[in-house]
């Protein structure tokens, strides 16, 4: 097996000296290389003359081995391994590259403090101050060629790689004059390798990831820290703030701006209205409450609710009798403007067992208006005529169209069996009338209160896309307005008379109840009592000033006679 890494086993062995080969670069370059390091090189032998049949045999081997085979792309011959020398050890080997380190980054530190004093370091100075390569044991000069070959291209050139390292820091040039041999003149440019440019004039270290910037030190590191998180913490302390602002405005009590006007028409005031009108209405009950034989106590009873000007009697003067059946607040509430907010007259409406309406006006005075204590009646009360009563307008029905002939069936055939069993609650009867969707007034009766009922007058309201056709024809599930008279006998056995509004459908079965309701409206409207009457009753309204102008109740009852009982109607508040 041929060793081709030896002089003898090179190709192109055969060829004069200094003429290339059939591969690999000329031979010439080690020659050069001790000429440039000021070395005369050892003379060259002679090569001596291989035979034929060996020297055919390495140029075949060497153009298999260079030849890229199909499909792949040529791998150039890589250098020898560099081998560790036999006798250093591994903690030597980190020795030596921990010194390597260390030797780089003083240089680099001894640069940036050049840049920092205002001058660059230029090539030339750094060559002088450079010492000459020192070969390392692993790349010494091979031994000179046996047999006049010469040693392969690429140990040569591993040998300039490792000549050209790293000085070792804290080396300095020798003196002028006396240069070692080798040694780079300032200035001077060594053969075979291009000049240094000079570094610009505006050159910067950019930090690496976490460092810190250069050219401000360990000052401004610190400043901008500063700078940052002062930045932070304002922002976080305005951030605080706004939510505060937000969530005190949002949680802070909102009241309705009002007026005196809203509040006089809606009614608004602090004065416990209610609570007053309950106080007046019991006063009102013991005031027209009399009887001889209970005078004592009544003056007594009295007492509790007046101040000490008020007429202990209310105004009775000792004779006849009178009981008071119902009292009610009739919903007035008048300004007293002697205590301001906190006095009202209450005008409260008294029924007596005569069957007298009365209306009475009782001052009230209340201290607390919070908790509504400290209630008394401030001044005597006065008699005061009924509500005037108002003419009832006309009800236009001059676009009702009434169904004569259902109204009959209807009056026949279903309604008397469903309020017989309506007025009883009787489920089970009432279901055969009713539609499946029937409201519950229409389902629930009035267990029994009113029995016997007699269907009276009954109006059967066309609907306005029936009134178009003669005789009237109804779709099916078509709804029809009736109005009903119904007469009932109650638990004493008196007749009353009471009115219905309701609403049947019509079905392929025959006609059904949804709904019912009470109440029928009068179509003719006006009043039922004369001019006469309605004079009577009017007046204004104005408390009494004293216990003198106060009437009696015998003649506020003489006073009232005048109205019939019969036509006396409570005002609505």
């Not at 062995?13 to 290339?20: A, F, L, R, T, W």
């Not at 499909?71 to 036999?86: C, D, I, K, N």
Request: charged share 20%; net charge neutral; hydrophobic share 35%.
């Amino acid at each position: 097996m041929t060793d081709h890494n030896s002089p003898a086993g090179a190709v192109g062995g055969g060829q004069p000296s200094g003429q290339p080969g059939s591969f690999g670069p000329s031979q010439q370059q080690p020659q050069q290389a001790w000429q440039g390091q000021g070395q005369q090189a050892p003379a060259p032998q002679q090569p001596q003359p291989l035979p034929s049949d060996a020297a055919r045999a390495q140029v075949a081997a060497a153009w298999v081995r260079s030849t890229p085979r199909a499909g792949q792309a040529a791998v150039p011959s890589l250098p020898p391994r560099e081998t560790r020398p036999q006798g250093e050890s591994k903690k030597e080997k980190r020795e030596r590259e921990r010194a390597a380190r260390k030797a780089a980054y003083e240089q680099k530190k001894a640069e940036k403090e050049q840049r920092k004093r205002g001058g660059t370091a230029t090539a030339a100075t750094a060559a002088a101050t450079a010492p000459a390569p020192t070969p390392s044991p692993t790349t010494a000069a091979p031994h000179p060629p046996q047999h006049g070959h010469q040693a392969p291209a690429h140990s040569s050139s591993t040998m300039s790689l490792r000549a050209t390292a790293a000085p070792t820091a804290g080396a300095t040039a020798p003196a002028a004059g006396a240069a070692a041999p080798g040694a780079v003149t300032p200035g001077a440019a060594t053969p075979g390798r291009a000049a240094p440019r000079p570094a610009p004039a505006r050159d910067f270290d950019v930090p690496k990831p976490g460092g810190r910037i250069s050219g401000g030190g360990r000052r401004t590191h610190v400043a901008l820290r500063a700078t940052l998180l002062i930045t932070t913490c304002v922002f976080a302390l305005g951030s605080c703030g706004v939510m505060g602002l937000v969530i005190g405005k949002s949680s802070g009590t909102t009241t309705a701006g009002l007026d005196s006007s809203d509040a006089t028409r809606y009614r608004l005031t602090e004065f416990p209205t209610e609570q007053a009108a309950a106080f007046a209405e019991q006063y009102a009950q013991l005031c027209m409450t009399f009887s001889p034989d209970t005078s004592s106590a009544r003056r007594t009873d009295l007492a509790r609710y007046a101040s000490a000007g008020v007429d202990p009697d209310c105004g009775w003067s000792g004779e006849g009798t009178s009981k008071a059946l119902s009292v009610t607040w009739d919903g007035t509430a008048e300004k007293l403007p002697e205590y301001g907010d906190h006095g009202r007259y209450i005008g409260v409406q008294v029924r007596t067992d005569d069957g007298t309406l009365t209306t009475l006006t009782v001052p009230v005075y209340v201290q607390n208006l919070k908790t509504g204590e400290g209630m008394r009646v401030s001044g005597d009360v006065g008699q005061m005529p009924l509500p005037a009563a108002a003419d009832v307008p006309e009800v236009d029905q001059g676009d009702e169209v009434v169904d004569d002939s259902l109204s009959t069936q209807l009056q026949k055939e279903v309604l008397p069996g469903y309020f017989e069993a309506w007025g009883a609650s009787d489920a089970t009867a009432m279901a055969r009338f009713l539609t499946p969707d029937a409201t519950l007034t229409a389902t629930t009766g009035l267990a029994g209160r009113l029995t016997g009922p007699q269907i009276g007058t009954v109006v059967a309201l066309v609907p306005a896309s029936a009134q178009d056709t003669k005789p009237y024809a109804y779709d099916a599930g078509q709804a029809v307005q009736v109005r009903v008279a119904v007469d009932w006998t109650d638990a004493k056995g008196v007749a009353v008379r009471r009115a219905y509004r309701m609403t049947m459908v019509n079905t392929a079965q025959g006609w059904f109840i949804k709904d019912v309701r009470g109440g029928v409206l009068d179509a003719e409207g006006g009043r039922a009592d004369g001019d006469t009457d309605s004079d009577t009753a009017t007046g204004t309204a104005a408390p009494s000033a004293g216990a003198s102008g106060s009437p009696s109740p015998s003649a506020s009852a003489s006073a009232s006679a005048a109205v019939p009982s019969s036509t006396a109607k409570p005002a609505k508040p």
